[in-house]
Each structure stands twice: as structure tokens, then as C-alpha cells.
């Protein structure tokens, strides 16, 4: 039988993944929900490569499903139409510019989103959707609950903590700090303010 030597199983062990959850709070120290989480780890081994699999962002009900949508850099979003009226997608943000004219159903072809940074999206029929695709640059990626916690599956290591919420004054911009994960459970608070959220509601007496 082959023996493995003691320092073989330490550096195995040290490089074993375990779950981590880290806990979000907004400057008054209240959970904060509905917020993009992801880690950058400084160590590039422990990169994994992404899903190939296209992610989907739905228009149902006059809206957009989900209202936010992470992926990783360089995925594919396709972009349904679920509803019996035509929509028109849009985004004229910096990390991606595209459109899609109007349609039902299906668009034939997904679009790629390769550059990293926050993606506005609207609809040019319906004024009131509105809805974000977040492109990180790392597989370890999550939206807070309404407790502000995400959990990973990662090792110990350095990685650069990243942050982004809708009510930051300026969308387009990441919050980020470098830690160090070396526990199960980790706590962050924000360094700016959230302003509030105002909830646009569907036009039920537009017809189109």
C-alpha cells in the first residue's frame, strides 16, 4: 500500500474547501438584503472554471425576471419573452451596449457579456422595467438574503471582497477590500450609504 507522507496530507488539508458565510451590513448596522457578494481570490489556482451553460434573464409580466442577474464574465444571457406583447431590451451601460428590437418569444442568439461592471437594462416600450446584470470577474458569487448573508464553498485564503447594491448613489460603482478568510463566518460593513429603493409598479392599464 502506498504511504502518504504527514506533510502531504497537511498541504491537502490546507487546501480544503469549506463554507463560509460572510454577513452584510449597511451603515446603520441593519442586514442589508439584495446585495451582489463575490470574492476574488488572490491566488488564481483557486479560480474554477465557470458554467457554459447561458443564464437567463425573462420578461414576464411587464418585467424583468430577475430583477438582478450575476454571472461571470464572458457568459451568455439569453433573453425570453414570456409575455403575448413585444419588448424592446436595451443597456447603454459601459460594460456592455446592445440592443434588442422589438420581439416575442425567443431572441436568436444570446448576448456576451465580456467585460466586467454593472449592466442597466430597460425596456424602450415599458418605461418602468428596469433591471441589472452584474458581470463578476470570479466563480464565488452571491446575493445577500433578507439576513445580508451568502455562503461559499471556498479555501482559506486572501481574496478581495466585492460589493454592489442598487442604492448605491453611483450603480456603476464597486465597493471592495481585501480580507483574509481563515474562519467560517465573516462580518462587513459598508462604507457608504444606501438610499432607498423606490419601487416603479407596472402600468396595468398600458396595453402594449
Given at each position: 500500500?502506498?504511504?502518504?507522507?504527514?506533510?502531504?496530507?497537511?498541504?491537502?488539508?490546507?487546501?480544503?474547501?469549506?463554507?463560509?458565510?460572510?454577513?452584510?451590513?449597511?451603515?446603520?448596522?441593519?442586514?442589508?438584503?439584495?446585495?451582489?457578494?463575490?470574492?476574488?481570490?488572490?491566488?488564481?489556482?483557486?479560480?474554477?472554471?465557470?458554467?457554459?451553460?447561458?443564464?437567463?434573464?425573462?420578461?414576464?409580466?411587464?418585467?424583468?425576471?430577475?430583477?438582478?442577474?450575476?454571472?461571470?464574465?464572458?457568459?451568455?444571457?439569453?433573453?425570453?419573452?414570456?409575455?403575448?406583447?413585444?419588448?424592446?431590451?436595451?443597456?447603454?451601460?459601459?460594460?456592455?451596449?446592445?440592443?434588442?428590437?422589438?420581439?416575442?418569444?425567443?431572441?436568436?442568439?444570446?448576448?456576451?457579456?465580456?467585460?466586467?461592471?454593472?449592466?442597466?437594462?430597460?425596456?424602450?416600450?415599458?418605461?418602468?422595467?428596469?433591471?441589472?446584470?452584474?458581470?463578476?470577474?470570479?466563480?464565488?458569487?452571491?446575493?445577500?438574503?433578507?439576513?445580508?448573508?451568502?455562503?461559499?464553498?471556498?479555501?482559506?485564503?486572501?481574496?478581495?471582497?466585492?460589493?454592489?447594491?442598487?442604492?448605491?448613489?453611483d450603480f456603476s460603482q464597486v465597493e471592495s477590500e481585501s480580507i483574509q478568510i481563515t474562519e467560517n463566518n465573516f462580518s462587513y460593513s459598508l462604507k457608504q450609504a444606501i438610499k432607498p429603493?423606490?419601487?416603479?409598479?407596472?402600468?396595468?392599464?398600458d396595453d402594449y
Amino acid at each position: 500500500m502506498m504511504k502518504i507522507s504527514v506533510a502531504l496530507i497537511l498541504i491537502l488539508f490546507a487546501f480544503k474547501s469549506y463554507a463560509v458565510t460572510i454577513t452584510l451590513f449597511d451603515q446603520n448596522q441593519k442586514p442589508l438584503s439584495n446585495a451582489v457578494v463575490w470574492l476574488t481570490p488572490t491566488n488564481k489556482v483557486l479560480m474554477k472554471a465557470p458554467s457554459t451553460d447561458p443564464f437567463i434573464m425573462m420578461q414576464k409580466d411587464r418585467q424583468f425576471i430577475p430583477h438582478i442577474l450575476v454571472v461571470p464574465q464572458n457568459a451568455q444571457v439569453e433573453f425570453p419573452n414570456a409575455d403575448s406583447i413585444m419588448h424592446h431590451v436595451y443597456s447603454f451601460s459601459k460594460s456592455k451596449t446592445f440592443e434588442l428590437k422589438l420581439y416575442r418569444e425567443q431572441p436568436q442568439t444570446a448576448i456576451t457579456f465580456d467585460q466586467t461592471g454593472v449592466v442597466e437594462l430597460g425596456c424602450n416600450i415599458h418605461d418602468w422595467m428596469l433591471s441589472f446584470i452584474v458581470v463578476v470577474d470570479s466563480p464565488f458569487y452571491a446575493i445577500t438574503n433578507e439576513n445580508g448573508n451568502v455562503s461559499f464553498n471556498i479555501e482559506p485564503d486572501n481574496y478581495t471582497l466585492n460589493i454592489w447594491h442598487e442604492g448605491f448613489t453611483d450603480f456603476s460603482q464597486v465597493e471592495s477590500e481585501s480580507i483574509q478568510i481563515t474562519e467560517n463566518n465573516f462580518s462587513y460593513s459598508l462604507k457608504q450609504a444606501i438610499k432607498p429603493i423606490v419601487a416603479i409598479d407596472v402600468d396595468e392599464f398600458d396595453d402594449y
